[in-house]
């Protein structure tokens, strides 16, 4: 019996995130899902040793994990997990691993709570790009997509808000603590110098 049509299933979710996200989907853009998650997703699952079948359904709820922000952005991994159930019988899915799959897109829900390895795994991979050196980039992405639905935060509650968020994050996998962990305290005396730095100039007369 054939497994899932993993290539064709990828091609598709991709197809439709570049046609249906909102244009003010500038953080959670088909981007983020094809050159940042799913490549951090491979690479993760190689360095913790899951093939076969796990390593299928994995992969493919990276590609699916932000597919609900088609329909919305508020609870869209509950949304992602319900159009990926109607979608992936059509690729050769079977039942189970299609709850596999849903239960990997819920795991990426804030905040987050892995139990499994897989779960782990998926959950590294979304965070990838916080102990990456392009943070910045995509942090900015992100609070302009956050501006774009009318969260309106100023530069010094942004910075105060990544620091608390680095703060609380953690990696759950060794090889994601390897690959990030030091980036990622790179990254939060990056931003403390940028807090530091606007504060500073918010002082200055005139």
Same mark, same amino acid.
């Not at 590609?63 to 109607?86: S, V």
């Not at 910075?159 to 990254?187: P, W």
């Given at each position: 019996?054939?497994?899932?049509?993993?290539?064709?299933?990828?091609?598709?979710?991709?197809?439709?995130?570049?046609?249906?996200?909102?244009? #003010?989907?500038?953080?959670?853009?088909?981007?983020?899902?094809?050159?940042?998650?799913?490549?951090?997703?491979?690479? $993760?699952?190689? #360095?913790?040793?899951?093939?076969?079948?796990?390593?299928?359904?994995?992969?493919?709820?990276?590609?699916?994990?932000?597919?609900?922000?088609?329909?919305?952005?508020?609870?869209?991994?509950?949304?992602?997990?319900?159009?990926?159930?109607?979608? $992936?019988?059509?690729?050769?899915?079977?039942?189970?691993?299609?709850?596999?799959?849903?239960?990997?897109?819920?795991?990426?829900?804030?905040?987050?709570?892995?139990?499994?390895?897989?779960?782990?795994?998926?959950?590294?991979?979304? #965070?990838?790009?916080?102990?990456?050196?392009?943070? $910045?980039?995509?942090?900015?992405?992100?609070?302009?997509?956050?501006?774009?639905?009318?969260?309106?935060?100023?530069?010094?509650?942004?910075?105060?808000?990544?620091?608390?968020?680095?703060?609380?994050?953690?990696?759950?996998?060794?090889?994601?603590?390897?690959?990030?962990?030091?980036?990622?305290?790179?990254?939060?005396?990056?931003?403390?110098?940028?807090?530091?730095?606007?504060?500073?100039?918010?002082?200055?007369?005139?």
């Amino acid at each position: 019996m054939p497994g899932p049509d993993y290539e064709h299933a990828k091609q598709y979710v991709i197809q439709q995130l570049e046609r249906k996200l909102p244009p #003010m989907t500038y953080y959670h853009s088909v981007g983020h899902t094809r050159d940042d998650v799913l490549p951090a997703a491979q690479r $993760l699952a190689d #360095m913790e040793g899951v093939v076969g079948e796990d390593r299928c359904c994995l992969l493919t709820a990276a590609c699916y994990h932000d597919i609900g922000y088609i329909q919305r952005g508020l609870e869209h991994e509950r949304y992602g997990a319900r159009i990926t159930a109607k979608i $992936l019988p059509a690729f050769g899915y079977t039942p189970p691993q299609i709850e596999l799959i849903q239960r990997l897109i819920m795991a990426t829900r804030l905040p987050t709570n892995p139990q499994t390895l897989l779960e782990k795994i998926i959950v590294d991979a979304d #965070m990838d790009s916080l102990g990456r050196d392009d943070f $910045l980039k995509t942090s900015h992405a992100l609070q302009n997509e956050l501006a774009a639905r009318g969260v309106e935060i100023s530069p010094d509650g942004w910075y105060i808000h990544q620091l608390e968020f680095l703060g609380s994050h953690r990696y759950y996998t060794d090889s994601a603590k390897c690959l990030r962990e030091a980036g990622k305290q790179r990254n939060v005396e990056q931003v403390r110098r940028l807090l530091a730095e606007f504060q500073a100039s918010q002082q200055q007369p005139g």
